[in-house]
């Protein structure tokens, strides 16, 4: 492996980082908010059925096995 040319390579990476994230679509922030509270709220049922399902399989275990 070469050290010479390592400097030059990583400012030309930094470089093609920089022109490449300007080229990126960012959403916007009203995007940003919408998306964030579908997450929340799509987590939030999932954890109450996972839940509900863990208190139902509990109880029936307890129910039949003590």
Do not use: C
């Not at 070469?2 to 022109?19: A, C, S, W, Y």
């Not at 960012?26 to 987590?43: A, D, M």
């Amino acid at each position: 492996m070469q050290i010479k040319g390592v400097p030059q390579k990583i400012m030309t990476f930094f470089k093609e980082v920089r022109l490449e994230t300007k080229r990126v679509n960012w959403p916007t922030r009203e995007e940003t908010l919408k998306h964030t509270l579908n997450v929340i709220i799509f987590s939030v049922a999932v954890a109450i059925y996972l839940g509900g399902l863990d208190f139902i399989f509990s109880v029936l275990l307890n129910k039949f096995v003590f």
